[in-house]
């Protein structure tokens, strides 16, 4: 049974199928994570197993982190996050995750932090049309009004305004998996996906609500 994997975005770039057609794929680094803690319904009340990802130098760490990892005998690691399981009799304490955990034809979801793109205006930010560019026309890319008049005499929460764009946590589903080296630990997914070069990733396998 496949928990999930972390990994980061390495780019994009593209393969043929068997019919010749030109896929679009993302290029991800999935893993090697490492399996730092694992909670059941009777120490914690759930069932969940927590990896560890991307090894660095100790200094890059906290005195909290570090003591954590080292009750596990587990090297310096600068992502650590759950996934919740049905059982996590499955796993064990130290055990290595790789990109073996999926196969060619999987659907994954992949869940990241979309690119920053700072602050944005109403056209940028919600897809907003501009005003008139002629006949003396000062509305260009102003919004225009926001609300009524004396009554009620303010604009409604969640009016969508000019701010902050991108840097959110998204999750793009049913993405399936084109290519998996395991030699490499690269994963291939069918299209694009949350962030930039070197954004974490976290790909587990396809939620199916309903079912």
Known sequence: MSIGILGT?????????????????????????????????????????????????????????????????????????????????????????????????????????TIGRGFAGWQKRHNFARGPMTHGSKNHREPGSTGAGTTPGRVYPGKKMAGRLGGKRVTIGKLPIVMVDTEKNLILIAGSVPGKRGTLLRIVPEVRVGK
């Open 9 to 113: 975005k390495v780019g994009m770039t593209q393969v043929f199928d068997q019919e010749g057609r030109a896929v679009p794929v993302t290029v991800v680094l999935a893993g090697p994570c490492r399996v730092t803690q694992i909670k059941t319904k009777q120490t914690d009340g759930y069932e969940s197993v927590q990896l560890g990802f991307d090894e660095v130098t100790p200094k890059k760490l906290n005195k909290p982190e570090l003591g954590h990892l080292n009750k596990t005998e587990a090297p310096p690691l600068r992502h650590l996050q759950e996934f919740r399981v049905p059982s996590a009799s499955e796993w064990t304490v130290g055990q290595e995750i790789k990109s073996d955990v999926f196969a060619v034809g999987q659907i994954v979801d992949v869940v990241g932090n």
